[in-house]
C-alpha cells in the first residue's frame, strides 16, 4: 500500500553550528540537512511538533514546502535525539522521486504463537529491503503461529512486501524457536558437599 506523504511547512537555515542548531531547538523547531539526486545539501528548518509526529515512523514519506512554494519529495534517512529527553535533536533526510528504488530499513514483527512451552525469540529486528521510494512498507510481518522448538527462519525464507527485494544477507537468522531451558539444579551430593565446606571453613574462623 503506498504511504501518503505528510506535508511539513519548512525554513531554510542560513546559520550554522552547535549554537544556532541550540537556538532552533528553543524556539521548538527541529534542525535537518535533505541530501540526493547529486545536488547540494538543503539545511532546513523544520517544525518541531508536527516533525516529532511524522518521525514516529523511521521512514516517513515527507512532502517538504519550501517558503516560496516549491516542495521535496523525502525520507527520514537518519534521527539524532537527545539521550535523555529523546526529543529530536537533527534530522537527515534524503530527497526522492517517483520510480526511483531506495534501501530502507524494515521492522520486524512477529505474529502468532508456537506450540506451549515454546516461546519465539526474534534474532533480527529489521530487514534491509530496496523498495519503491513513494512504497515503503511499515513493517515485514513473520507468523509462527503453530512452530515447534528447533523453528528457524532465515532472512531468504522470509515474505516479502509486494514491489521488494532483499538486501539483508540471506543466509542471516531472523527468528527462531525454542522451549525455555530450566536452569541445571545441583545434585543432593554437591549440596552436601557444599554445606560441609561452608562449615568447616566457619568453625576454622
Request: hydrophobic letters at 40%; a negative charge; aromatic letters at 2%.
Amino acid at each position: 500500500m503506498a504511504v501518503t506523504a505528510e506535508k511539513l511547512n519548512v525554513e531554510l537555515r542560513e546559520e550554522f553550528g552547535k549554537g544556532a542548531s541550540r537556538r532552533l531547538r528553543a524556539e521548538r523547531r527541529v534542525p535537518a540537512v535533505l541530501y540526493g539526486h547529486g545536488e547540494a545539501p538543503i539545511h532546513l528548518a523544520l517544525p518541531g511538533h508536527e516533525t516529532a509526529l511524522v518521525a514516529r515512523n523511521s521512514n516517513a514519506l515527507i512532502e517538504l514546502v519550501l517558503p516560496d512554494g516549491t516542495s521535496h519529495l523525502a525520507l527520514i534517512k537518519e534521527i539524532q535525539r537527545h539521550p535523555l529527553k529523546r526529543s529530536l535533536n537533527h534530522l537527515d533526510l534524503i530527497a526522492v522521486r517517483k520510480g526511483e528504488k531506495v534501501e530502507v530499513d524494515i521492522p520486524v514483527v512477529v505474529e502468532g504463537e508456537p506450540v506451549a512451552p515454546a516461546v519465539a525469540m526474534v534474532d533480527l529486528q529489521s530487514l534491509t529491503l530496496s523498495v519503491d521510494a513513494l512504497n515503503v512498507p511499515e513493517q515485514v510481518e513473520i507468523s509462527v503461529d503453530g512452530t515447534e522448538d528447533g523453528y528457524q527462519l532465515f532472512a531468504g525464507d522470509v515474505t516479502l512486501p509486494a514491489g521488494s527485494e532483499l538486501v539483508t544477507d540471506a543466509e542471516i537468522l531472523v527468528v527462531y524457536v525454542q522451549e525455555p531451558r530450566a536452569a541445571a539444579e545441583p545434585e543432593e551430593g554437591e549440596d552436601a558437599e557444599a554445606e560441609s565446606a561452608e562449615a568447616e571453613s566457619s568453625e576454622q574462623e
